[in-house]
């Protein structure tokens, strides 16, 4: 016998679901699916003081790092400067604020930065624990180990019963601690809070080698070392380090525009799109993946609660993902880092937008 929920069901589609009742549900759907997102809390705060407020390290060169007259520089920098351009129409409208491993999530958990974007592994618990939300991966890193070349060492599994120089409060420690127990190594770990206080740890002689993710050493090798080719990167990698962004849970639309605004660089690269030519291709293209990206055809801003030039102007400040992965990290950089695993996915890498439309 049916309840009266399933008979009133059985009527109603008996009755009234024709074709035409149905296409006009449809066509509701879709019409609803269309409307403009609304801004969200984190947006209207940016809009008020006209600045995103950005985490990053307290200095990983390639990745967020100042100069002496305080100008930031760095891949995570250039995504929180192509966010600025995007949501306030100026790369220059944001303000960077130095955190430690330790200080990172509590910063933005409180408010106190709009977005963390700061050489950060995304991970289960991170995602799952924290109330944030993680973003998308802006580099596939894995961790590695940082030797004197004096010592000749190959491989990691040499560094048996030695000093490892690493820093607390880091996937980064826990990994190694793993490491050691799995290849029975007793590797003896030197903690430190700060960067600064382990690289010069490391440097001093107080360590036999330092750890983190390999393109932070290759960071510290060329910045601190008073020779970088006394010292070694091995080529162990004991780890994967997916490092991206990070927002705070519970503002789905500011999480939507941190997102979308990174896939728009990697995709813009895959499509040919770069800081030289974006204005010409405005006016020329007839490719419609690229006018979409442009917003010269659909505007696709309005789903995000923005205008239909935002990714225009984000490219317009940084370049797309390749040119400014070559700018702060390539090996035409100070860095020198290949591309790697952060090639575009049809060039044997794992740099994949989810499409712009």
Known sequence: MHTPYFFFTEITLSNFATKNNLRALLAGLCLTAALPAFAGKTLDAIKSRGQVICGV??????????????????????VCKAVAAATLGDANKVRFVPLTSQQRFTALQSGEVDVLSRNTTLSLSRDASLGLHQTVVTYYDGQGFMVPAKFNIKSAKQLKGQTVCVQSGTTTERNLSDYSRTHKLNLKPVVFEKFEAANAAYFSGRCVAYTTDASGLASIRNRDASNPADHVILADLISKEPLGPMVRRGDDEWFAIVKWVIYGLIEAEEYGVT??????????????VIQ???GTTEDTGRLLGLDKE???????????????FERNLGPKSAIGLPRGLNKQWNQGGLMYAYPLR
């Open 310 to 324: 935002w990714m225009l102007r984000a490219l317009k400040a940084t370049g797309n993902y390749g040119e400014i």
């Open 292 to 294: 979409r990206i442009l």
């Open 275 to 288: 800081q030289a030519n974006v204005d010409k291709l405005k006016t020329s293209t007839l490719d419609p």
């Open 57 to 78: 390290s307290t200095g990983v060169a390639g990745f967020s790092a100042a100069d002496s007259s305080g100008n930031w520089s760095g891949l995570d920098v250039d």
